[in-house]
Nanobody, 123 residues
Framework: QVQLVESGGGLVQFGGSLRLSCVAF????????MGWFRQAPGKEREFVAA????????EYTDSVEGRFAISRDNAKNTIYLEMNNLKPEDTAVYYC????????????????WGQGTQVTVSS
């Protein structure tokens, strides 16, 4: 059964940085579009970033453009989310997800999900 395991979350101050990792088991990240989503308390889960499996094209939600970077290490079967200049509004549980859809930004397009990792940004 497919497993996606996130790590790297934690508590960071305003303006700080974190790098999230997501390692996949029984799924090859190089042939899936891999995405990061986040869910803050009382809010719906929202798209953050994705990296496509055909062209490695990346997509970001507007609020993280220029601050976050998604990448993939095929040898380690792992994707990353480098987060810089973090703001309190980035506080959320961050989820890794996978889909065979070539360009996917909707959570309904992703059948495989990790358990999430908490990111908390203090002001």
């Amino acid at each position: 059964q497919v497993q996606l395991v996130e790590s790297g979350g934690g508590l960071v101050q305003f303006g700080g940085s974190l790098r999230l990792s997501c390692v996949a088991f029984r799924l090859t990240v190089s042939v899936y579009t891999m995405g990061w989503f986040r869910q803050a308390p009382g809010k719906e889960r929202e798209f953050v970033a994705a990296i496509g499996w055909i062209s490695s094209r990346t997509e970001y939600t507007d609020s993280v453009e220029g601050r976050f970077a998604i990448s993939r290490d095929n040898a380690k079967n792992t994707i990353y989310l480098e987060m810089n200049n973090l703001k309190p509004e980035d506080t959320a549980v961050y989820y890794c997800a996978a889909t065979r859809v070539s360009s996917a930004t909707s959570r309904t397009e992703y059948p495989f999900w990790g358990q999430g990792t908490q990111v908390t940004v203090s002001s």
